[in-house]
């Protein structure tokens, strides 16, 4: 790709990048979620509360309320869980 000069009122384009000292302090929580029916929670510290209809999830910045229907654990281990079932809402709490 070829540098462009900036004319008179245009700006150039800038690349950003984020500083070791940033990165470091953001949160280690992660969501991935695959439609409404699995959920991978990442920077898991504890389970709170778990039925099938609800589950709390203590991560490293927040907890977690997952509701739903026929909800399971499919997946605990490495600070990670994945929630399988009909999943209705995601709160941060």
């Known amino acids: 790709m070829k540098k462009r000069k900036a004319?008179?009122?245009?700006?150039?384009?800038?690349?950003?990048f984020v500083p070791k000292t940033i990165s470091s302090v953001?949160?280690?929580?992660?969501?991935e979620c695959a439609d409404r029916y699995e959920?991978?929670?990442g920077g898991c510290k504890n389970i709170d509360e778990y039925s099938e209809k609800q589950a709390k999830i203590r991560t490293?910045?927040?907890?977690?309320?997952?509701?739903g229907s026929a909800l399971l654990?499919?997946?605990l281990g490495d600070?990670?869980?994945l929630l399988s079932g009909e999943i209705s809402s995601i709160e941060f709490i």
Do not use: D, N
């Not at 004319?7 to 950003?16: D, I, L, P, Y």
């Not at 490293?60 to 509701?67: A, F, P």
């Open 7 to 16: 004319r008179q009122g245009q700006t150039k384009e800038k690349s950003f």
């Open 26 to 31: 953001a949160p280690k929580m992660t969501l």
């Open 39 to 41: 959920l991978l929670i």
């Open 60 to 67: 490293s910045s927040c907890t977690v309320r997952v509701c």
């Open 73 to 75: 654990i499919s997946f």
């Open 79 to 81: 600070g990670k869980i």
